[in-house]
């Protein structure tokens, strides 16, 4: 009986610190392919949830790089490994600019720049992905069977010399999200 209070005691003090794990991370929540014109493309969207850490990290200035890790992988039967057929890694950089008081949000691939008056029209616009190009429909084999996994991650190593040591052992700055798979279809 006393067991049984005593796991009971540690199950209620454990749930505000899971709750609190669960809050801070990336979670890819949906995901899907379309061909248009001959290529396959991706839409995709991410719900970005930013540790204490990161933030105030990003509100003195330090620019946080997001990466967007997508594989392609032609199914094989069960005994013999995948085959991946393409693998791309998006790159954003969200950074504050103090003096206009707005977010800055970098494409890395594209150099596209946009500015947001607040971190969640960022988070929001970086994590709404449309029609990113994913393979030329010709890479394809009509009658296989094709999967698309991807996840999104903040990328420590771009962050100051500094500041990694402290972010490869803190927790709350291993964001990222789990790999989420859909099929690759027309």
Not at 29 to 36: C, H, M, N, V, Y
Not at 49 to 58: N, Q, W
């Amino acid at each position: 009986m006393m067991l049984k209070r005593w796991l009971s005691a540690l199950l209620v003090s454990l749930l505000p610190l899971s709750a609190a794990v669960a809050k801070d991370d990336f979670v890819v929540q949906d995901a899907k392919t379309r061909l248009e014109g001959g290529v396959y493309l991706l839409d995709a969207e991410v719900d970005y949830r930013f540790s204490s850490k990161a933030l105030e990290a990003l509100e003195n200035g330090v620019p946080l790089v997001l990466v967007l890790d997508i594989e392609v992988e032609k199914k094989r039967p069960w005994w013999w490994y995948d085959s991946e057929v393409a693998s791309l890694e998006q790159r954003f950089e969200i950074q504050y600019h103090a003096l206009s008081d707005q977010y800055l949000l970098s494409n890395l691939n594209s150099g596209a720049l946009y500015a947001y008056p607040t971190l969640s029209s960022t988070a929001d616009a970086v994590g709404h992905i449309r029609g990113l190009p994913l393979l030329d429909a010709n890479l394809i084999e009509p009658d296989a069977s094709y999967e698309v996994q991807l996840r999104s991650r903040l990328d420590i190593e771009s962050l100051p010399s500094p500041l990694r040591p402290l972010a490869y052992v803190t927790p709350g700055w291993r964001l990222s999200s789990d790999w989420y798979e859909c099929t690759l279809s027309p």
